[in-house]
């Protein structure tokens, strides 16, 4: 190909690495033909059906991205899945590039006996329902009285500030009645939150647990211990957060949120349904057995077994996964190239990180077409 | 002749450079350049220039990623900055504490440097659902409109 040319560009996955890397590519090359392809009929992946829909400032970002499509010229093929619909090899053959940015949409497991029982849900199975995704009907869901949530992330503290959010309010902002009333359904009295990490490493962003003192008639405690001031600047904060949340929360409420730090999730026992969740301190070996009604499990996502397009199949001599190169003409970029760590913005960070390479690439005649 | 308008957006998710494309683009008969924070060389500062701020908040009232190196230079160089006249505007949600501090801590820096701002402090709430564009743009016609 010659430096006068531009490269036909073919993105798999609009979430938001899909997405951005469309913006960087179009800015270095405004006559390129560039299509990004879903399996879904509508665009935006994680935007849409991850990040919590009382968000509507970070779920913004899709304004931008909208622009790619009715004025910058990027195409949107929905209802495609590469790996199924239309194989990789094909869309290689028509397409000088082609960045794989399909996400990592299966929830991690547990690993621990028991998991398996009816009543224990993966966070991104509930997101999505909130969300809408197509895939996803409240089939089989039963909450109660009592929710353990495994995991102290962001997508746990999202998990609890929508079940203790009032219905309507929901409906408020576009979850579906039905859903919202499941979710945040009035019976509910007790969220227990368990990590495995210590308060000095949970995984929680502070502003997302300062969020979570706005949620009227809710007692929040914790088990951290109190540190002084010889403690990390960081922890420090996380530290003074969850304890400010605990301390302005009432005394007594009609529900309450446990914060558990430190407890390795053991077993999970029950008949049919879940009934309670074992721990395991991590430093004494204490165990711990919290009554569940259900279980969130929220501690990561990782490739589906049934994903069409798996990375890992790909890895050709040339593959470089610290800047997305794959193989010839083949890229990798977001969550599928560094794993399921990181928001929005970090994906914005790889998408021009991986743009990059591309670009490079392109200025040094390394893309073509690969022969089918 | 009126001065050249250097937008200058400091960025996290991108919405701080979406907008200030969209004010360049609404820029008539004047010069106008837009210029992400990371790639600015603070020496570059000129009271020949007419500087448009746009800055987003990133986590707990701190600066998005994209205005970190800039904030660095100007508190490491400490340049003078007298003659330097600018506008702000700063993006943030008010759901989160410390709502649209990221902008707020660039401009004290550039007024302790001897800059001088001028105009409405501009600001635009992400918790409505919108994106700065057009409230920024409509910010700006009118700055400019006497600067």
């Not at chain 1, 390129?32 to 779920?59: C, E, N, S, W």
């Not at chain 1, 945040?184 to 990590?195: C, E, N």
């Not at chain 1, 004494?284 to 994903?307: H, N, S, V």
């Amino acid at each position: 190909m010659g430096q006068n040319q531009v490269p036909t560009v073919a993105i798999v996955g609009s979430g938001p690495s899909g997405c951005y890397t469309a913006q960087f590519l179009r800015k270095r090359f405004p006559d390129a033909q560039i299509t990004i392809f879903d399996r879904l009929p509508m665009p935006y992946g994680l935007v849409r059906f991850g990040v919590a829909p009382d968000h509507a400032g970070t779920k913004a970002v899709t304004q931008q991205f909208d622009r790619l499509f009715e004025r910058d010229g990027v195409k949107f093929v929905g209802s495609i899945e590469v790996g199924k619909d239309k194989s990789l090899e094909e869309l290689r053959a028509e397409f000088d590039v082609v960045v794989l940015a399909t996400g990592l949409s299966a929830d991690r497991q547990l690993g621990i006996p028991g998991e398996e029982k009816n009543g224990v849900y993966g966070s991104g199975r509930i997101t999505r329902l909130i969300n809408g995704h197509p895939d996803e009907s409240l089939e089989g869901i039963q909450l109660g009285e009592r929710v353990v949530i495994v995991g102290q992330g962001n997508v746990a503290m999202d998990l609890i500030r929508l079940s203790l959010t009032h219905p309507e309010e929901l409906a408020g902002v576009g979850v579906d009645r039905e859903v919202a009333d499941l979710i945040a359904h009035s019976m509910l009295k007790q969220i227990d939150v368990v990590g495995r990490s210590e308060i000095s490493d949970a995984k929680f962003d502070v502003a997302m647990v300062k969020e979570l003192g706005k949620i009227a008639d809710v007692r929040f405690t914790s088990d951290a211990p109190i540190l002084g001031e010889e403690g990390d600047p960081e922890t420090q904060k996380r530290i003074d957060a969850i304890n400010t949340l605990v301390d302005n929360s009432p005394v007594t409420a009609g529900r309450v949120v446990n914060f558990h730090f430190g407890w390795v999730p053991s077993e999970i026992n029950g008949e049919q349904h879940v009934s309670e969740a074992i721990f395991t301190a991590k430093h004494t070996g204490e165990r711990k057995a919290l009554p569940a009604d259900a279980i969130y499990t929220a501690i990561g996502f990782t490739e589906a077994e049934a994903a069409a397009v798996k990375r890992d199949a790909h890895i050709s001599e040339i593959t470089d996964l610290e800047t997305g190169r794959l193989a010839q003409g083949l890229y990798c970029v977001g969550w599928l190239r560094r794993g399921p760590r990181g928001t929005i913005p970090a994906n914005r960070a790889d998408a021009k990180m991986v743009s990059e390479a591309i670009i490079e690439d392109f200025e040094n005649n390394q893309l073509e077409k690969v022969t089918v | 002749m009126s001065k050249k308008v250097v937008i200058l957006f400091g960025t996290e998710s991108g919405n701080a450079e979406f907008a200030a494309e969209d004010i360049a683009a609404e820029i008539d008969g004047r010069d106008s350049e837009v210029v992400d924070m990371t790639d600015f060389d603070i020496a570059d500062f000129t009271s020949d220039n007419f500087y448009i701020i746009i800055c987003s908040t990133h986590g707990e009232g701190d600066l998005p990623s994209g205005a970190v190196p800039f904030y660095g230079a100007l508190e490491a160089d400490t340049p003078d900055l007298s003659g330097v006249e600018f506008g702000i505007f700063g993006l943030g949600d008010s759901s989160y504490e410390n709502y649209s501090k990221g902008s707020e801590r660039i401009d004290e820096k550039l007024r302790d440097l001897g800059a001088k701002r001028v105009g409405d402090y501009g600001r635009h709430d992400a918790d409505t659902g919108t994106l700065p564009n057009a409230s920024a743009v409509a910010w700006s016609q009118e700055l400019l409109a006497s600067h």
